[in-house]
C-alpha cells in the first residue's frame, strides 16, 4: 500500500508558475513510476506526466510540453511537477499516482494503469 499526498497547488495569474509536490510512504517510492493527471469540471481526467522508476525517461502530455517538468527525489520519496508559463486552461485539480507495474509509454498515460492515487491539488490560473 502506497499513501500519496499532493500540496502546492493554489491561484496564479496566467504566465505564472507553480511547483507542486507528491510525498509517498508506505512501499519502497523507488519501486513505483509515478504519474501526474488532472481533472477540469465537467472533464474526464487527463495525462500530464509521467516517470519512470529511475527516472531515466519522461513522458508529457503535448498540451504542457516545454512548460512543465516532472521529477522525483527517491530520497525524498516525492515526485514534482513543476509548472511554468501557466494559462488558464490549465485550471484543474492536480493528482499524482503510482504504479508498481512496468508498463509501456502508452499505458502509463492512462488512469487505469495506475494502482494508487491522492486526493488531488486544486490549480487555478486567472487571465
Known amino acids: 500500500q502506497v499513501q500519496l499526498v499532493e500540496s502546492g497547488g493554489g491561484l496564479v495569474q496566467a504566465g505564472g508558475s507553480l511547483r507542486l509536490s507528491c510525498a509517498t510512504s508506505g512501499r519502497t517510492f523507488g519501486d513505483y513510476a509515478m504519474g501526474w493527471f488532472r481533472q477540469a469540471p465537467g472533464k474526464e481526467r487527463e495525462f500530464v506526466a509521467a516517470?519512470?522508476?529511475?527516472?531515466?525517461?519522461?513522458y508529457y502530455a503535448d498540451s504542457v510540453k516545454g512548460r512543465f517538468t516532472i521529477s522525483r527525489d527517491n530520497a525524498k520519496n516525492t515526485v514534482y511537477l513543476q509548472m511554468n508559463n501557466l494559462k488558464p486552461e490549465d485550471t484543474a485539480v492536480y493528482y499524482c499516482?503510482?504504479?508498481?507495474?512496468?508498463?509501456?509509454?502508452?499505458?502509463?498515460?492512462?488512469?487505469?494503469?495506475?494502482?494508487?492515487w491522492g486526493q488531488g491539488t486544486q490549480v487555478t490560473v486567472s487571465s
Open positions: 499516482a503510482a504504479t508498481p507495474l512496468l508498463v509501456t509509454q502508452t499505458s502509463l498515460q492512462v488512469p487505469s494503469s495506475y494502482n494508487y
Open positions: 516517470i519512470r522508476k529511475s527516472g531515466g525517461s519522461l
